[in-house]
């Protein structure tokens, strides 16, 4: 037995999508947000996204997707590796002060080297660390491939900071986990 749904607006055909109408129909799809950064010149750089994800399990991979326009991109590939920063609830500062072009993003921030040398923000929920495993060509972005090296995750206090139609939010998760930092290492370490 099937149930009748509210009539949905009618699709629109790709060809002749404004980008306007694609920022306000994609701005649907809620996504948490990270910080990525890395060491280049012995100087941290880092820039927010909202475009991650886990990719494989095996190989570990993970992507994002800077703009082309990115001025810290290019400096996050030549370092050629990166870590990822799982922002929490109570970090939408921190992420407005990395998505911001240029001046010194790190003032003020307390974070600490990973073990491959890229800066883990502190608070996050979750730090994730990559090589560099490859970039594919994505329009005006960039998909890039990180291969994980290490990970872990904080006891999940606050919620992840998310991002839904322009606006930031938070999401309590249903289970109160205990303190559980886990920590993995890449198959071609052990």
Known sequence: MSTLAP???PLRAAQGVDDAAMREVLSSFCTGVAVITAVEDCRPVGM???SFSSVSLDPP???FCPAHTSS???RIRRAGRFAVSVLGADQQELCRQFAVTGGD???GVAWRAGNNGA???DGALAWI???LAGRLPGGDHTVVLGRVTALAAAPDDTGPLVYFRRTYGRLRSSSSRSASIASARSRSEA
Do not use: G, N
Request: with cysteine.
């Open 61 to 63: 991979l993970v992507c």
């Open 119 to 121: 800066p883990l923000l």
């Open 72 to 74: 810290t991109w290019p």
């Open 105 to 107: 993003k790190f003032a």
């Open 129 to 131: 660390e990559c090589d």
């Open 48 to 50: 927010a996204v909202q």
């Open 7 to 9: 009539e949905s607006p």
